[in-house]
């Protein structure tokens, strides 16, 4: 597999009698683009400062790029860019000045050329001489990122990067960090509740749940590994529950109305049951199977609570 460019062995953080990371382990890929989801409050935040060096670990490891974090701080950060929350601007100055001033903050010799390219790729190339105290939310947010991304990083941190943004605006985002992966060769860690989005963007991922990691692996091999969510349009729903009475299925139905019954089972089994309902003269007009990380995520965190 390629080379690791985030490391992390028993990673500890506790405030007195609260342990919001608990020996989290986790691993990321050059070329990834990792999501870190989990319930709210179940350490996310922490973990992301810790690994921009913003909190102290209580324990364990952070290596980057190879290199220990506390031991390489500066030149681990310096390729590194990172949203954490809401990022702070100059609200009286324009987008351009913002990213003219951080350029000199950060010592890095930015063009014009090289602000008006990032303000392009976050979609505020026509606002660049705007004052920032008139922008949305959502304007921020993308400004916000442009200062991630200002430096070239090889590494990109995002906390929940799609906040405040409208649905084109979200799209905007996630074709953003599809061009920063797929056609620049970033490595993107990105944080997000819009399951969805991680779903369509990312490769790898993990789940942690009160502090502790609750799986970890590729997207596609995590959903193929559970059952699909099928929706069975028949002529009669009770009678076809009836039927599956004392079958392998019985307990495979999870709703059912008048002409629908909603089952979890594997994807060989749909022909099967298709099959044994027609056999027995239930109707079936139709079979949509559905498999979502938003389905799967609920599943693990409500399995790791009990």
């Not at 987008?95 to 930015?110: C, F, M, P, S």
């Not at 590994?225 to 019985?250: G, P, R």
């Not at 709703?255 to 060989?268: D, G, Q, R, W, Y």
């Amino acid at each position: 597999m390629n080379d690791r460019i985030i490391e992390v062995q028993g990673l500890t953080k506790r405030f007195k009698e609260l342990t919001a990371v608990d020996n989290l382990e986790l691993n990321v890929y050059r070329g990834d683009v990792f999501g870190f989801l989990g319930p709210n409050g179940a350490g996310k935040s922490t973990t992301i400062r810790m690994l921009l060096s913003l909190i102290k670990p209580s324990g364990g490891n952070i290596s980057i790029f190879g290199m220990q974090l506390h031991k390489h701080r500066n030149e681990i950060l310096r390729r590194i860019g990172a949203i954490v929350e809401k990022p702070d601007f100059y609200l009286y100055l324009s987008a351009y000045k913002n990213l003219e001033i951080l350029g000199k903050i950060i010592g890095t010799d930015v063009s014009n050329k090289r602000i008006m390219e990032i303000l392009e790729m976050v979609g505020l190339s026509k606002r660049y001489k705007s004052k920032v105290k008139t922008f949305s939310h959502g304007m921020k947010q993308r400004l916000g990122l442009a200062q991630a991304l200002l430096h070239d990083p090889e590494l990109i941190i995002l906390d929940e990067p799609t906040t405040g943004l409208d649905p084109q605006g979200i799209k905007e985002i996630r074709d953003l960090i599809i061009h920063l992966s797929k056609d620049l060769g970033k490595t993107i860690f990105l944080s997000s509740h819009i399951l969805k989005e991680v779903e369509i963007i990312a490769s790898r991922m993990i789940i942690i749940n009160k502090g502790k990691t609750v799986v970890e692996g590729t997207v596609s091999e995590l959903l193929e590994a559970q059952n699909l969510k099928v929706n069975i349009e028949v002529d009669n729903a009770d009678s076809a529950k009836q039927i599956m009475l004392n079958t392998k299925w019985e307990k495979c139905i999870s709703a059912s109305t008048n002409n629908n019954l909603e089952v979890e089972i594997n994807k060989e089994e749909i022909a099967e049951l298709n099959r044994y309902l027609v056999e027995r003269n239930i109707n079936v007009s139709s079979i949509i199977p559905t498999r979502s990380l938003e389905d799967y995520f609920l599943k693990i965190t409500e399995e790791s609570e009990k």
